[in-house]
């Protein structure tokens, strides 16, 4: 009678042993369950901050004729710009800088004459639209005498942080859809977020012709556990 009940009691150890093994290996199988997937978020916008950079040159012989005639470029260059709507706390004219092509170890120095004389109009505002319509009335500038060494527009979107919330929130919303669609075809349920990664953001140019227009691009990579 004793073996019997010895024999019953381990029987029943062995059940409740295996009951809780199993237990066990559900709930670590169940752990494991998870989806990865990655949610990307996309906005177009203009710039809103312009540096512009506008470059002119003299060349000759003689440098105080050649510093008066610079003067005079940069300030038909300034007048244009008021012309066009920016003020004078936004623009700034760098100082002339001289090349001495006698000076030069290098070159033949058969050169029609000695020295090249630039300077630099510089141009940072909020105007873009001002700048843009200025940068296609750069003939304008020509037909005063004024021959541009380079123009060259470089185009910000200021305002980007006030945007990555958003932009992060949708993210990670289209990441949770991608993921609520795997959880349905595999016939489980969406269980919590597990990791998150904040995610690169990227701005570029919308394209070569519209420097203007920015490109934000952030993609999120989200893990979540699946449920049965």
Do not use: H
């Not at 630099?120 to 639209?129: P, R, S």
């Not at 060494?149 to 919330?165: H, R, V």
């Not at 904040?198 to 934000?216: A, H, L, S, V, W």
């Amino acid at each position: 009678m004793g073996r019997v009940k010895e024999s019953i009691i381990l029987a029943i150890g062995v059940m409740v042993m295996g009951w809780c093994v199993k237990a066990g290996i559900d709930n670590f199988t169940n752990k494991d369950r998870k989806v990865t997937v990655k949610g990307l978020a996309e906005r177009e916008v203009p710039a809103d901050k312009v540096t512009w950079s506008i470059s002119t040159k003299e060349t000759g012989n003689d440098l105080p004729t050649l510093y008066e005639r610079i003067n005079v470029q940069a300030g038909k260059i300034k007048a244009f710009l008021k012309q066009n709507g920016l003020e004078e706390s936004e623009i700034t004219v760098n100082p002339p800088s001289v090349s001495d092509l006698e000076a030069r170890e290098w070159g033949d120095n058969q050169k029609p004459f000695r020295y090249i004389v630039n300077t630099t109009i510089t141009v940072a505002t909020t105007k873009v639209e001002a700048v843009n319509k200025a940068i296609f009335k750069q003939a304008e500038l020509l037909k005063q005498g004024v021959a541009l060494d380079s123009s060259y527009p470089n185009y910000e979107y200021a305002s980007f942080q006030q945007m990555k919330p958003e932009m992060m929130s949708e993210a990670i919303k289209n990441a949770q859809k991608t993921a609520e669609q795997f959880a349905e075809a595999s016939e489980s349920k969406l269980g919590k977020i597990q990791t998150a990664g904040q995610g690169q953001f990227e701005i570029e140019n919308r394209d070569e012709n519209t420097p203007y227009i920015k490109k934000i691009r952030v993609v999120t990579t989200v893990t979540y556990s699946l449920d049965d």
